[in-house]
């Protein structure tokens, strides 16, 4: 099981990295132009932002707890650490178990803590790239097959099956009810095509999971617990804590406005154009 396990998180962390440099560095390869988004699919944004930033539930928080365990898994993958489980508890905190190889010290300490509190801003930034580019339908399926893996593979505890069962089941419904994997369209349906249903709601909820990861970071910008990602990001670079924590906040605000730029076609994050 374990070498399964390696696999699986080297291949979707190099996956991860490979899909973020193409959509940052290199997006005009997956896409000659950008398509219009709607503007109801953008108020979705702003609005599961809001509500994600004040949320209070903490049903709603777990998927951006998984997530957040997911950056830190994949990141441990790609520096050659190997990944035992994951761990989401009911009261929303998360663990992920996982050994490092010797060597790569400090460094490795700040990538593997920095990338748990980024992940849902990445995966906002992959995701407005991807809609932008009409194959939300593609990213939306390769979610729920990297889900499944990591819940088979991972997943070690009663409320980490629920958060992805919950997901799993949600991109179901949501896939079914846009006609991309109801039986009687399979061999028609085009899946480089859009649906206001599935953009909005996958939208909606990476956008959700960004206001909650950055509600987070306001909350612990001045890390006190040791075993926080905060203060070991900032002890592995030598940073007074509240420095590394606001570094990090500064880090998801640059991948929300460049996912923004995406959504609303702005030629460059430096050239805003429009805002909805």
Not at 109 to 116: D, E, P
Request: aromatic share 12%; net charge positive; charged share 10%.
């Amino acid at each position: 099981m374990q070498f399964l396990r390696n696999i699986t998180w080297w291949l979707t962390g190099l996956s991860t990295l490979i899909v973020f440099t193409l959509v940052v560095l290199l997006s005009e390869i997956l896409a000659g132009q950008f398509w219009e988004v709607p503007r109801t699919a953008i108020i979705c944004v702003y609005v599961g932002i809001a509500l994600g930033f004040v949320n209070k539930s903490q049903f709603l928080r777990r998927g951006e707890t998984l997530v957040h365990e997911i950056g830190h898994a994949q990141m441990a993958a790609l520096t050659l650490g190997q990944v035992a489980f994951i761990r989401v508890e009911r009261d929303t905190s998360g663990v992920t178990y996982h050994s490092r190889k010797r060597g790569f010290g400090r460094l490795t300490t700040a990538l593997v803590s920095l990338f748990g509190p980024i992940s849902s801003s990445v995966v906002f930034v992959i995701t407005a790239r991807l809609v932008a580019s009409e194959l939300t339908a593609y990213w939306a399926i390769g979610l729920g097959i990297f889900v499944t893996l990591i819940l088979v593979t991972t997943i070690r505890n009663l409320w980490g099956w629920i958060t992805c069962l919950v997901l799993l089941s949600l991109l179901y419904i949501v896939l079914e009810a846009s006609g991309y994997i109801a039986p009687q369209l399979l061999g028609e349906t085009n899946l480089v095509t859009t649906n206001d249903l599935l953009v909005n709601v996958i939208l909606a909820v990476t956008a959700f999971n960004v206001g909650s990861a950055l509600k987070y970071s306001f909350q612990f910008r001045v890390p006190r617990n040791p075993n926080s990602d905060e203060y070991q990001f900032s002890k592995a670079l030598f940073l007074p804590g509240a420095l590394g924590g606001t570094l990090i906040i500064l880090i998801k605000l640059a991948l929300i406005w460049i996912g923004l730029g995406y959504l609303l076609g702005w030629a460059s994050v430096l050239e805003i154009g429009r805002i909805i």
